[in-house]
């Protein structure tokens, strides 16, 4: 009696050959050898971009008011400061209808330094009788943001088992690093400096003067500071 074979994959040996190679360096793993892994610094991770965000102003001033009050006033202009230094177009003023305030607020602009062309208005209807009308401001401004929210936990931490490729390697958790991105992109004054470092500013020509007078004459060209010595216990008797 004849019996017959199947004959073998090629594929099916290769694995067999590699599971054994496998066993012989300690265990056929079904793992993957590769993780797929996620970037390892912070900055990759949480990426600072740019932004355009606004800035809103809401002034309580009424149908019937005249004017503003002083602290209003004083608003209006850290307002115009604010879009002189970052305002990225015109700004936008909403006026309930019938409002005096507004010419109020148009007057208060106009003497923190901002043109009239650059005064957007538009009119609308309270809600209410009873809700007081505001006057709102607004414009848009460039601003520095991370790219996504913070608080994502692809990973299970507490188990100790859910990042298993970064307990091995001993890198960072994904959500590491996001919230000081964040402070960091809020704290920027210029959101510009993200995007490409500044102009080096002109150098002081009259120090460089200084210091090729004292060279050409073979002085000493450092700067001398004078500093007082002082000791603790003369200052706590004062």
């Not at 106009?110 to 401001?137: C, D, H, M």
Request: some cysteine; proline content about 6%.
């Amino acid at each position: 009696m004849t019996s017959h074979r199947r004959p073998s994959s090629p594929r099916l040996g290769l694995a067999a050959l590699a599971c054994g190679a496998g066993l012989a360096l300690g265990g056929c793993h079904a793992e993957r050898i590769v993780a797929d892994s996620y970037p390892t610094t912070v900055a990759q991770r949480h990426p600072i971009v740019l932004a355009e965000g606004s800035t809103r102003l809401d002034l309580p001033v009424g149908a019937g008011a005249q004017g503003l009050t002083s602290r209003q006033k004083e608003d209006v202009r850290a307002f115009a400061a604010d879009w002189r230094k970052n305002g990225r177009g015109p700004i936008g003023m909403m006026a309930p209808a019938g409002a005096f305030g507004a010419t109020a607020v148009r007057s208060a602009l106009a003497s923190a330094g901002v043109p009239a062309t650059q005064i957007v208005s538009q009119r609308y209807t309270p809600a209410g009788p009873e809700e007081i009308g505001l006057v709102k401001l607004g414009y848009v401004k460039l601003k520095a943001q991370v790219s996504h929210a913070c608080g994502l936990w692809p990973d299970d931490l507490g188990s100790g088992g859910g990042d298993l490729y970064g307990a091995t390697e001993n890198r960072e958790y994904w959500n590491f690093g996001c919230a000081n991105q964040q402070n960091l992109a809020a704290q920027v004054a210029d959101p510009e400096d993200i995007a490409r470092p500044r102009a080096e500013a002109p150098i002081y020509a009259a120090r460089r003067q200084t210091i090729i007078e004292k060279h050409r004459e073979g002085g000493d060209t450092t700067t001398g500071y004078r500093q007082a010595d002082a000791v603790v216990s003369d200052v706590a008797k004062e």
